[in-house]
């Protein structure tokens, strides 16, 4: 069975500090993925990224990154100079046999000025 | 393109009355659709999923039930509303089988049963 652990469950930082949101998994399948979603005040989650069990390469997309590391079965998520739009809760996911996916407990990140 | 709406998106409902919480997607054919429940301080968690018009998986034991009566509706049911049942329901669809197929959400439902 699949397992994500987010063991932030609040992180404040002002606004351009850069902030890391930490994602724990636990699997037994070879193949999966891990997602990582953005829950906005309105509450409709945002598809932010998919990884592969299989490409351990790191991502950069704007001021997004992640780090996938296997040995460690970790996928963290740092954002850049951090804005007050950042603000949201963020989820990490992950998929394995069969094409449910399993979500963390979720990190509140406040921005503030 | 493919949208997905839910709703409605708030609801008060007092304990032992009934539910009946509506999504459809839109765009797209024979998507795979669930039902997630957000509780306070908790993630997301899987009520139902399903493949295809009638075809309804349940995930945990409760006091929900799910339907699909059409290839693009997923319906959210209970006889009978319990304060446990409070929470953020979400809509979800998924296109194919592909066990890494990302998620399209909709934009919830706030459930108060009071």
């Known amino acids: 069975a699949q397992k994500v652990t987010q063991a932030q469950t609040e992180i404040s930082v002002v606004e351009k500090e850069d902030v890391t949101l930490d994602c724990v998994y636990e699997t037994r399948d070879t193949t999966y993925y891990l997602f990582w979603y953005k829950q906005p005040p309105s509450g409709e989650l945002v598809f932010l990224i998919r990884?592969?069990?299989?490409?351990?390469q790191n991502e950069i997309s704007g001021r997004y990154s992640w780090n996938f590391q296997k040995s460690t079965s970790s996928f963290n998520f740092t954002i850049t100079a951090s804005q007050v739009v950042d603000s949201a809760v963020y989820f990490c996911?992950?998929?394995?046999?069969?094409?449910?996916?399993?979500f963390g407990t979720g990190t509140q990140l406040k921005v503030e000025l | 393109s493919q949208t997905i709406h839910q709703w409605p998106a708030t609801l008060v409902q007092p304990v032992g009355s009934p539910l009946s919480l509506e999504c459809t997607v839109e765009?797209?054919?024979?998507?795979?659709l669930y039902w997630y429940r957000q509780a306070a301080g908790r993630g997301l968690q899987l009520l139902f999923y399903s493949i295809g018009i009638d075809q309804i998986s349940s995930e945990v034991p409760q006091n929900l039930s799910a339907s699909r009566p059409q290839d693009r509706q997923f319906i959210l049911s209970s006889k009978k509303l319990l304060l446990s049942d409070s929470g953020f329901y979400l809509c979800?669809?998924?296109?194919?089988?592909?066990?890494?197929?990302?998620?399209?959400f909709g934009s919830g439902t706030q459930l108060s049963v009071l």
């Open positions: 990884r592969n069990s299989f490409d351990e």
């Open positions: 996911a992950s998929t394995g046999g069969g094409n449910k996916l399993t």
């Open positions: 979800a669809w998924s296109q194919g089988t592909f066990n890494g197929e990302k998620l399209f």
């Open positions: 765009g797209t054919s024979n998507p795979n």
